[in-house]
């Protein structure tokens, strides 16, 4: 079943659970999925969605640091729960082991040697781990791995 159509279901689901922070939550990843058609002018795909929701799932996160700090827990609670609603949607995150396996066959597979390699390795693991790790901290992992070859 696609993501979308895995969206729409869930949204009437919390349409009929009355529940109104699913709810809100939903209607607003299908609201920038829509946007995101448009001004990209493609078709929602399975990997274009994910991509959303991971961006959303990351604004939120950044949300909840900041709420925190200023002592707002009221709302950084709130963003948690959004949080939790959007990454029931986003495919099971990788474990370290994962990614470390993944990182190392796509140096081996671009051939990288430097620093100088690491848009290669980062092109090969995106598709990869869109969505299943935070690429941040995996560019970070790539620039540590290819410094000690």
Known sequence: MSLLIQLKDEMKI???????????VI?????????????????????????????????????????S??????????????VSA?????PKPLSADEI??????AITESGAASMADMGKVMAVLKPLMQGKADMGAVSGQVRAALNAS
């Open 14 to 24: 919390a349409m009929r659970a009355k529940d109104k922070l699913r709810l809100g």
């Open 27 to 67: 209607r607003m990843a299908l609201s920038a999925v829509k946007q995101a058609e448009i001004d990209h002018d493609t078709e929602a795909t399975d990997d274009n969605i994910t991509a959303v929701l991971t961006k959303m799932v990351k604004q939120r996160k950044e949300s909840i640091k900041m709420f």
């Open 69 to 82: 700090e200023g002592g707002r827990d009221e709302l950084a609670e709130k963003e948690a729960a959004e």
């Open 86 to 90: 959007l990454e029931f949607f986003l």
């Open 100 to 105: 470390n396996e993944l990182i190392a066959n």
